[in-house]
């Protein structure tokens, strides 16, 4: 296994780009939209500079991952030789549906698919292709080049044989693969979720502020990260999609997202990615924001 493509330069696309490049394998990154491949590369070499300045990597060391990356805005062309795909793109479950269709008829009849969807079904995904027993969740952890877990996720057809060539490879990666069950939002999210949840919906109710919220997380519980802040890192959006796919595949009230996180998106304030969340992100000294007019 050595062509692995990638579809989607986003945050968590160019991430997996780059963990496998570094690792040796000669990665095709694959984005309908050339802007986000030059975007998704620039992160990539902007990140490898870090890691050369803390003397992590070499400056060779670097140069081979750059070398190791080529780009595509056509997935047929991207995916010829690949022994694995990853797929990478936002979190939505038409569009995801859509792209394995298209993996399916691209793809060799040996070529393993995979998602890196955070709460999405892998056999409702696999379900619309012609082998899924071949496609497996792969859920890779944000930032991850730094981060050590991989969920990896087995729909009710993913074989023996992929399950383990996927736990093998996430070991050559130099990460820590755990094989969890295909529930809505698995394990790390079905957990994670309904916590940032709650500490919007703690916000919402006037129980304490921002600043208040993350600190008392930080301090009594050893976070090392705010949960308001750790939402706003992973995409208010994504948040919400998220808790929407858990709570439509359970029925659970626990999981119906707060009103505050659903106004915050309906008004673009997305987090990091928007310049603006709990906290703001356009200046150097992030301040409490969200507006009154969103809170009881």
Same mark, same amino acid.
């Given at each position: 296994?050595?062509?692995?493509?990638?579809?989607?330069a986003?945050?968590?696309?160019?991430?997996?780009?780059?963990?496998?490049?570094?690792?040796?394998?000669?990665?095709?990154?694959?984005?309908?939209?050339?802007? *986000? =491949?030059?975007?998704?590369? #620039? !992160?990539?070499?902007?990140? &490898?500079?870090?890691?050369?300045? %803390?003397?992590?990597? @070499?400056?060779?060391d670097?140069?081979?991952?750059?070398?190791?990356?080529?780009?595509?805005?056509?997935?047929?062309?991207?995916?010829?030789?690949? *022994? =694995?795909?990853?797929?990478? #793109? !936002?979190?939505?479950?038409? &569009?995801?549906?859509n792209?394995? %269709?298209?993996?399916? @008829?691209?793809?060799?009849k040996?070529?393993?698919?995979?998602?890196?969807?955070?709460?999405?079904?892998i056999?409702?995904?696999?379900?619309?292709?012609s082998?899924?027993?071949?496609?497996?969740?792969?859920?890779?952890?944000?930032?991850?080049?730094?981060? %050590?877990?991989?969920?990896?996720?087995?729909?009710?057809?993913?074989?023996?044989k992929?399950?383990?060539?996927?736990?093998?490879?996430?070991?050559?990666?130099?990460?820590?693969?755990v094989?969890?069950?295909?529930?809505?939002?698995?394990?790390?999210?079905?957990?994670?979720?309904?916590?940032?949840?709650?500490?919007?919906?703690?916000?919402?109710?006037?129980?304490?502020?921002?600043?208040?919220?993350d600190t008392?997380?930080?301090?009594?519980?050893?976070?090392?990260?705010?949960?308001?802040?750790l939402a706003?890192?992973?995409?208010?959006?994504?948040?919400?999609?998220?808790?929407?796919?858990?709570?439509?595949?359970?029925?659970?009230?626990?999981?119906?997202?707060?009103?505050?996180?659903?106004?915050?998106?309906?008004?673009?304030?997305?987090?990091?990615?928007?310049?603006?969340?709990?906290?703001?992100?356009?200046?150097?000294?992030?301040?409490?924001?969200?507006?009154?007019?969103f809170?009881?």
């Open positions: 296994m050595k062509n692995i493509a990638v579809i989607g986003g945050t968590m696309g160019n991430g997996i780009a780059h963990t496998f490049a570094q690792s040796g394998f000669k990665v095709q990154l694959i984005d309908i939209n050339e802007t *986000s =491949l030059k975007k998704g590369l #620039a !992160t990539i070499s902007k990140n &490898l500079d870090r890691m050369v300045v %803390k003397e992590k990597i @070499t400056e060779t670097k140069n081979n991952t750059l070398a190791n990356i080529s780009t595509f805005t056509n997935i047929t062309e991207g995916v010829e030789y690949a *022994s =694995l795909v990853v797929e990478a #793109a !936002t979190e939505n479950v038409d &569009l995801k549906l792209i394995f %269709k298209q993996l399916d @008829t691209a793809c060799p040996d070529t393993i698919l995979a998602t890196n969807t955070s709460s999405i079904s056999t409702q995904i696999a379900a619309v292709t082998r899924p027993e071949m496609v497996i969740g792969m859920h890779f952890m944000n930032p991850v080049p730094i981060m %050590k877990l991989v969920e990896i996720i087995r729909g009710y057809s993913t074989s023996d992929v399950t383990n060539t996927i736990m093998e490879l996430s070991k050559t990666l130099g990460k820590v693969p094989e969890v069950n295909d529930y809505p939002g698995f394990v790390a999210n079905r957990i994670l979720m309904p916590m940032l949840n709650e500490s919007i919906e703690t916000l919402y109710n006037g129980v304490a502020g921002v600043n208040e919220i008392v997380m930080k301090l009594g519980m050893a976070h090392p990260m705010g949960p308001l802040r706003d890192f992973i995409g208010l959006d994504v948040c919400l999609s998220i808790l929407n796919v858990m709570y439509e595949g359970f029925k659970n009230p626990k999981y119906a997202p707060c009103p505050l996180l659903v106004n915050m998106v309906r008004a673009g304030k997305l987090g990091v990615k928007s310049g603006e969340g709990f906290y703001d992100y356009s200046e150097s000294r992030k301040t409490e924001t969200v507006s009154k007019q809170i009881n």
